[in-house]
Each structure stands twice: as C-alpha cells, then as structure tokens.
C-alpha cells in the first residue's frame, strides 16, 4: 500500500471516527438519559424501601401510644362526655405542631451528616462557633470536606450571638450541661418506654381472662422485655426488616379500627378539629384538667427518637413514611376511642382492647403484643447511637461499640448499655406494675428532652441556618407554649412517679459529666506539660540517647507538640526507635470524616531525625474498627507523604509541609511550619543544626548504614529513604501509650478530690483500655505509667 493510500486510510478511519462522533451524539445523550431515569427510579425505591423499615426501627413508640393515651388522660374516669372531645382536640394539635411540624419537618434538617439528637446539634455549634470545652481544634480541621460551616458578617444577629458564647467559659459549660442534661433524658425514656409499651399491650389479656392477677402480667412483660434486649446484639438492619412488617400492620389496623369507630359510635368527634374545644376543656376542668396534660403528652412520646433515629435512615424516607401512614393512622384511631368513649364513658381505662369489634379482637391482641415490643426498639436504638456520640465528645467512659451492618456505619450495638437499659426496664415494670405511674414518668423524661432540643434549636438556627430574627422569635415562642405547657402539667406527677426518669437522668449526668471533667483536666495537662523538642533532642548525648531499630508508634492526645510521656519515656530509658511516629486520634465535630482524609502527616525535626506525627482523624459516628489495616494505612500514608514530600522539592516548593492523602493541591496555609509552645514542627527545623544528638546503634537485621541517618539532608535519595521506613518497620513496630492517673492536688477543695480520685478514678477503672480500643497486640505493646496532679 502506498504511502498515499495509508494516508487516505488514516484519514477515511478519521473520518469515520469522526463520523461516529457526530452520528452519535444524541445516542449518547438518550443513554445518559436512560442512566439519570434508572438511578432516579433505583433512588425513588431505595428511598420507599427505608421508609418502610423506618417504621419498624422509628416509629414504634409513637404508634403504641393509643394503647395508653385516654387512660393516663383520665385516670379517675370521665366526669364530661365533652372533655373527651377537648382531650382529642389536644391530641390532635399536639401531634400536628410538635412530631408533623416540629420535629419532621424542621428539626430533622439541623441533622449534621445524617445523624440526629443533642449531640448533633452540638456538634453543628461547635462547627460555628468555639465552644468547645476541650480546645483540640485545628486549622487543618477546615480542609476536611465533611466539615463545612458557615460564615457571616461581624454586625449580624449570628456574629454577636457567635462572640456572646466564646466569652466566656462558663457559658461553654452550661451549653454543655444543657446537652448532657437532654441526652440523659433521652436514655430515661429509652428505659420507660419498652416498659409502658409492653406492659399496657399485655394487659390486654385481663379483658378475657378478668380473674388473672396483676402478677402474670407483669411477669409476662418481663420475659418479653428480656427477649427483645436479646436479639439487640443481631443489629438494626435486621431487626426493621423483622419489625417494619408488624407495624405497618399495626398502623393498618388502628387506623381502620378507628374510621369504623367513628362511623358506628359517633361521627361529631371530628368537631374535635376544631381548637375552640381546647379552650373550653380547659375553662371546665380548671386543675384537673391543666394536670391531665400529663397523659395527653403521652401521644406524642417517642418524638425524639425520631430525631435521634437518623443515623439509620435518612430524612426523607422519615418525612414519607410519617406523613403517608404514621400520621393519618394516629388522627383515626385517637379520633376513633374518642367516639367510642361518647357512648362508653365508664370504659376508659381499657379504651383501646374494648373498642376493638369482638371479631378480630385475638388477632389485633396479638399485633398489639407485637408492636408494643417493636415500639422499644425505637428508643433503644436511639440510646445506641446517643452513647456512640458521647464517646467521640469525650463524654461517656470507653465502652464496646459493635456495628451491625456492613451497608451502614450508623447502625451500631453497644452491648454494655443494651444490659444496662435491660435491668433498669425489667425493675421499673416489675417495681410499678402501673402503666399510669410508667406513664407520668414517661411523660416527664419527653417534656425534658423537648426543651432541650427547642433551646438548640435557637442557636442552630442563628448560628448554622442564619435565620432572621423573626423566624427564630416564631419558632421558640409556639415551641416554648406548647412545651412548656406540658413541663409545667408534669411537675404536678413527680411524686406519682415522675421522679424516675430525673433520677435515672442524674445518674447519667454525674457519669458523663465526671467523665468529661477529668478528660478536659488530663487534655489541659497535656497541653501545659507538653517539651519543646529542640530540648529533647540537646539531651541526647549527657543521657547516651541511642537509636533502636524498629518504629515507635507514640499515642498522644495532643494534635502538635511532644507530649510529656515521650520526656518521661527516654529520660527513664534513654534509647528512642530509627522511626518515631506521634500518633493522635482526634474526633472532629463532624459526623464522618472521609477515609482518604483520615490520616494527616506532618515530619517533626530534620528529615535525618525520621520523627512524624500523624494526626487520625474521626467523625463522631466512625467506628476505629477493630481490624489489622489501620497500621497498613498509616504506614501507606506516611510513604505517600515523603514522596509528595520530594515531589514539591523537586518543584522548587516551600520547604514546609504538611500531607492528607485526600488533598491533593496544598495551600499556602497547610505550608506554614507548626508551632506551638516552644516545639516547632516542620520538614527542617531550621533551629536544629546538631544531628550528633541521635546516635545509631549497629544491628545485625538492618545494618549499620541502613540504621544511621542520612546527612544528604533535603537531597536525599527518596528510594532510600523510603527504604530506610521499610526496613524500620519490617524489624518492630512497638505502641507505646500512656498509663496515666491523674489525682487532684493536696489543697484543692473536696469536691474536686472526690470526683478525680474516687469518681473519675471508678469509671476509669470500669472502662475498656485504650490498647483493646485500638487493637493493639499485646506483645507489641509498652505502657508508660505516670501521674498527673490536676
């Protein structure tokens, strides 16, 4: 073929292509269309498919509210056929503002990353705002994708109410106690409500079988409340797709048993719409009927949850299955007793079993049962991930956490908690044996919560939404009404049982809070403790410091500088490792932190020293699982920074550096030497000129020149530095970690000697350590004791 001929055909193959390339165009954008209408109908079902199982895992303790409602309401009986249509009127409009509007629809968008309650609301203030009462924040924690915040002028509402919390301390403090104070709540109605749930559906039995005893009941309760903690260890996932059948039925049935009931007995009960009913309910009842707010409450328990529950689905699967089932199924069967008990008055106490059509009442018991029993999950399940929280906010003593599914990192059990939740509910039903002071309880421990989250809300809403003034006004006066209202009627039931959930409240309180407390007194420690490196490194020849071969891997609290236990380690041994790395795991105010930006590398001292520190960063719903790759990545990431490393000086870059495998473009800002009381962290330190300090030791596995640092300093050869880690690794990796106790000083106060040396020192003792946490192999373990007077 000529030479004419190849190009011909070289250039009738260009044609060709270029031909395809025009005949093709609408092809591939009908392909991309097909692909955008798959991935939309795959989405639209995903979406369908969670918010089926949201009904099982969320909703639970909202939808048993039926079985108990009307008898916690009038406890002594209806004196006024026309106070059941006010109650209603009450129940209507207290499932409308405070699940429908409040929590769906407003409050599950302040969710930060997906996950819901207290702590996330925290966690979003924390973001805009330093508030923080442990201050390991960092500039690098900026570059994190997942940690966005927002930003606003020096005269606006949210940057006078930004400078009016940062302050003071003291007001860093009591946004915390708030916090803590909501979240004990929280694990008070995750005791309350599988007890009141179980024990009203069961005693349902007594309508057939009169002469059984309140004892059998009980007992009965107990043996399924034991079975329902069993199964927890099983996880979420598979538990919704077990309970989500149950309660979808369970709505299925209350709300058709209502809609016949209003058609039977007595259609007028939908007047009840009407507010004015709520007005006169009040003017007749006067006391009695302020106090009976109590019961009414009861309908909307379980509302928290719903927001505490995010972790497992997302908001729009909640705010369809809520709005399409949950909330027309609550408006009929409320509506339904209701007419009933115009015509039955005197049967209040079992209103729900009794309203029931004789027919199918066996069938409905037995869905009843199994609600109730399904209805526990949804505040156990919001328990776990409250304590998962708390732990990453330094907050709740170490425990086990266990995630149940490997399509989610939210859903997660914590078998320590699940026991515990366990014995309090078995004792508070077997103690009462009363669902009316279960639900006076109850009721207390959701009036509690709710306040919480409004006086959150507020400053979510100046802070990260930046709402103006008029909305946030809007908001916490309906809220503080409606709520307060019902704070207000349960003070009147403390002493009829609505002492249990404070109680139960103040006991995780103190926990947490002494928990807390001696974490920031260790964390300020640490920070006041913390040597300068310049003068680590001048100690090296009066002690005959030596280099052994090996890496160590140095766990710290501290984000930059040399902590003390490094100082008190090689003044006691005078012998440090060919490669030391400062490791901090450091929990952001984030709900996740992308595992590509998880590890963030920066070189302590000349490049001839080999010192590192890595800082490991978490969201507070990771989990640092227990798994053999996290030294294979941290090992990884160190190599790709002194590649990176020399890649920018062969650029002729600053010499200062820092390196997150997730970013790949370095700013001006991430180049800035670090420095921080007296230790000054860089790729040279240009402070340090003597390299004699470090002396290397002869080994037979590494050698005597593969041991002994370069003096080529920044143009060493990178294969040989990189060697020079392999080698390292391949003969040790040692963890060393601090077995530290810190004790209150001689003249400090009694309080503070009770809570670090008796309280603090309990929950330490109590807890899991930090080497089982992290997985580290006993053998290459190294515990570096010391004491800390706070």
């Known amino acids: 073929m000529t030479p004419a001929e190849q190009h011909g055909l070289g250039k009738s193959n260009n044609i060709w292509a270029l031909d395809q390339e025009i005949d093709h165009p609408m092809d591939k954008e009908a392909e991309t269309l097909r692909d955008e209408n798959r991935q939309k109908k795959i989405s639209a079902w995903l979406i369908l498919r969670l918010a089926f199982q949201s009904l099982g895992v969320v909703f639970g303790d909202l939808g048993t509210s039926p079985l108990y409602v009307f008898y916690n309401t009038f406890p002594r009986g209806i004196q006024d056929p026309e106070d059941v249509i006010g109650a209603l009127s009450l129940i209507i409009y207290s499932l409308t503002l405070i699940p429908l509007i409040k929590y769906v629809y407003i409050v599950s968008r302040a969710n930060d990353g997906g996950q819901g309650g207290t702590f996330a609301l925290y966690s979003l203030l924390c973001r805009h705002a330093n508030i923080k009462t442990i201050p390991n924040q960092d500039w690098t924690d900026d570059e994190v994708t997942t940690y966005s915040r927002a930003t606003f002028g020096g005269k606006s509402i949210a940057a006078k109410t930004k400078r009016w919390l940062e302050s003071k301390l003291s007001r860093k403090r009591a946004l915390l106690i708030v916090v803590l104070i909501g979240s004990c709540m929280v694990i008070g109605d995750g005791i309350l409500t599988p007890a009141i749930s179980v024990l009203s559906a069961t005693g349902g039995i007594k309508l057939d079988h009169p002469k059984m005893s309140d004892e059998v009941v009980v007992l009965v309760s107990v043996v399924i409340l034991i ?121 209040v106490v079992d209103a729900f079993y009794r309203s029931i059509p004789e027919s199918i009442y066996w069938p409905v018991f037995l869905v009843a049962t199994a609600a109730a029993i399904v209805a526990s999950q949804a505040t156990i399940s919001a328990t776990f991930s409250l304590i998962k929280q708390a732990l990453a906010m330094s907050c709740f003593p170490r425990v086990k956490v266990v995630h149940t599914s490997n399509r989610s990192r939210h859903q997660i059990y914590i078998p320590d908690i699940n026991w515990i939740l366990m014995l309090l509910c078995v004792s508070v039903t077997a103690g009462f044996r009363n669902q009316t002071q279960i639900g006076n309880a109850s009721g207390t421990a959701v009036a509690g919560v709710m306040l919480v989250t409004t006086f959150l809300m507020i400053f979510v809403m100046l802070l990260v939404w930046r709402c103006h003034w008029i909305w946030v006004f809007i908001f916490t006066v309906l809220s503080l009404v409606v709520e307060g209202t019902y704070f207000s009627a349960v003070l009147f039931k403390i002493d009829q049982g609505g002492w249990v959930p404070l109680a139960i409240a103040a006991a995780f309180f103190v926990i947490m809070y002494v928990w807390h407390y001696g974490a920031v007194k260790r964390y300020e420690y640490e920070i006041h403790s913390k040597v300068s490196m310049a003068w680590i490194l001048s100690l090296g020849p009066s002690l005959g410091l030596v280099r052994v071969p090996g890496v160590g891997l140095v766990y710290t609290e501290l984000a930059s500088g040399v902590p003390h236990i490094f100082s008190h380690f090689i003044t006691n041994l005078p012998a440090i490792h060919s490669v030391v790395v400062f490791v901090c795991l450091k929990y952001l105010s984030v709900s996740t932190v992308p595992e590509e930006e998880r590890f963030l590398i920066r070189r302590i001292g000349p490049k001839t020293f080999h010192m590192f520190r890595c800082v490991v960063r978490y969201g507070y719903s990771d989990l640092h699982k227990k798994d053999d790759d996290f030294e294979e990545k941290l090992f990884e990431s160190l190599h790709m920074y002194v590649r990176v490393e020399y890649l920018m000086e062969d650029c002729s870059c600053n010499e200062n550096s820092l390196y997150s495998p997730g970013i790949e473009q370095l700013s001006s800002r991430e180049l800035q030497p670090e420095s921080n009381g007296g230790t000054f962290s860089s790729i040279v330190d240009a402070t340090i000129t003597s390299v004699e300090s470090i002396v290397p030791v002869d080994s037979p596995e590494l050698g005597t020149n593969s041991l002994r640092p370069s003096n080529q300093g920044a143009h060493e050869d990178r294969s040989n530095d990189l060697e020079f880690l392999r080698r390292c690794r391949d003969a040790g990796v040692v963890h060393i970690m601090g077995n530290t106790v810190i004790r209150a000083r001689r003249e400090s106060h009694f309080m503070k000697k009770l809570t670090v040396d008796f309280a603090y020192a309990f929950l330490r003792k109590m807890c899991r350590e930090n080497s089982v946490i992290f997985n580290v192999p006993h053998e290459s373990l190294l515990n570096v004791g010391q004491i800390f007077y706070v």
Request: with cysteine; glycine share 10%.
């Open 227 to 347: 079975g329902l903690f069993s199964i927890q260890r099983y996880g979420t996932d598979t538990i919704a797709w077990l309970c989500a059948p149950v309660v979808l039925i369970w709505f299925l049935v209350i709300g058709g048993i209502g809609a016949y009931n209003i058609w039977k007995y007595d259609p007028s009960v939908l007047k009840a719409f009407s507010p004015l009913y709520i007005y006169r309910y009040f003017r007749r009842g006067g006391v009695d009927g302020w106090t009976s707010l109590g019961g009414i409450m009861l309908s909307i328990t379980g509302t928290e949850a719903v927001f505490a529950d995010l972790s497992h689905f997302p908001v729009s699967a909640i705010q369809l299955s809520f709005t399409v089932v949950v909330f027309p199924s609550l408006l009929l069967a409320y509506s339904g007793q209701a007419a009933y008990l115009m015509k039955n008055s005197n049967h």
